[in-house]
């Protein structure tokens, strides 16, 4: 038995609007023997997403809610540091789906575990702008929304994780990009940094008016990450044939009331006299193309055409924090916690 010991957050109680400190709870366990065929990740770091406050709800949804006293779901980069599996050396990269813990045991034939190739992009990217969220920018605009050059796409949360991709992606593809986003500084990225057209700051106080002027020839493609004014005030300007992948909408993750009570993008948009065509989508559905979407997001880096930016929180003991500012803007770019290497 090693004497290391593996440290990890698990649901202590359900949030009731914004998950407060009280909500997590930080264990210790020992590190077990591996057994053969399996392997020992050392997590390097977490990446915090904003579908794991859905996961803390006792509701029904696509994915089963977390039980009280179960370990925080969550995707992490780390590396093997011990392995009894023939298919893993110490050493290599991976990402791994299985929560927020400082070390994994895992059978080395398990589907939650990825390569992450580091002479590509660096170890926390393959959880940040090539994994996930970048997969997730590139499946749900291409396959989703049909894009064709010179429409007009707008994308909410625009300087977040997936939407920054969704942008570049759709400036890459010959369309005319307006990113929404909260504050002077974030949109400042999108325009000057990342080269959209336009973006509007929803918090400006004329949303409508300034979505309007960005987008004079209406909006053929919106992609969804935030629900409510934003989607409300899109939904005027969508014109026929328009289509709207409904990627997340981070508004009202911490809305106390029930999800079937609240207004969602799936009764906006299905309320409108030209009512898009919409669905919500899920990476998942593309599994078998991961790793392909990963190689080219990599590429798009690697020539300059995607840029990326990353807010890193320090220590596991910082995950419940930083996972409450993600869901209230406070992150610039996909939010990570450094947990070890
Ligand atoms: N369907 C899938 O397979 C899939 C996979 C990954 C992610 N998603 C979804 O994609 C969306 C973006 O996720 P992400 O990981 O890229 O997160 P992110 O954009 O990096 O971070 C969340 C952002 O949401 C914005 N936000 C928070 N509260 C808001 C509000 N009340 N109104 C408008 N915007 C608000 C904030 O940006 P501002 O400061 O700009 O407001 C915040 O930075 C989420 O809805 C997530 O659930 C879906």
């Known amino acids: 038995m090693t004497a290391r010991v593996n440290r990890r957050w698990v649901l202590a109680k359900r949030p009731v609007g914004e998950p407060t400190e009280d909500c997590f709870e930080l264990e210790e366990r020992p590190i077990p023997e591996l057994a053969v065929g399996e392997i020992l990740v050392e997590v390097h770091y977490l990446s915090l997403d904003p579908y794991m406050r859905g996961r803390m709800r006792d509701a029904k949804s696509y994915a089963e809610p977390l039980k009280i006293g179960e370990v925080i779901t969550g995707e992490s980069a780390g590396v093997v540091v011990e392995s009894k599996s023939d298919r893993w050396s110490v050493g290599e990269s991976v990402t791994i789906h299985q929560g927020w813990q400082s070390h994994i045991v895992v059978a080395g034939d398990s589907p939650a575990l990825l390569p992450a190739d580091t002479s590509l992009v660096p170890l926390p990217a393959w959880v940040g702008v090539v994994g996930m969220p970048g997969r997730t920018a590139y499946f749900g605009l291409q396959r989703v929304g049909k894009p064709k050059p010179g429409e007009t796409l707008v994308v909410s949360a625009a300087s977040g994780a997936v939407g920054s991709v969704v942008g570049q992606i759709g400036k890459i593809l010959g369309l005319r990009v307006v990113g929404v986003a ?36 209406g909006v053929d493609i919106y992609f969804e990450n935030v629900g409510g004014a934003v989607t409300r005030a899109v939904s005027r300007l969508l014109n026929d044939g328009a289509r709207v992948p409904i990627c997340g909408f981070v508004s009202l993750y911490n809305s ?39 190689r080219v997001l990599a590429g798009w880096i690697e020539s300059g055409e995607l840029k990326y930016r990353e807010t890193i929180a320090e220590g596991i003991e910082s995950a419940p924090a930083a996972f409450r500012g993600l869901l209230a803007g406070k992150n610039f770019g996909k939010q990570l916690v450094h947990v070890a290497g």
């Open 256 to 294: 106390e009331q029930e999800m079937t009570e609240v207004e969602t993008p799936f009764s906006v948009f299905a309320g409108l006299a030209n009512t898009p065509e919409h669905r919500f989508f899920l990476v998942g559905e593309w599994h078998d193309e991961w790793l392909e979407a990963s």
């Open 182 to 217: 909260g504050g002077p500084e974030k949109c400042a990225y999108c325009t000057d940094e990342l080269g959209f057209d336009a973006c509007i700051d929803y918090k400006a106080g004329a949303l409508e008016a300034d979505l309007e002027a960005a987008c004079p020839k």
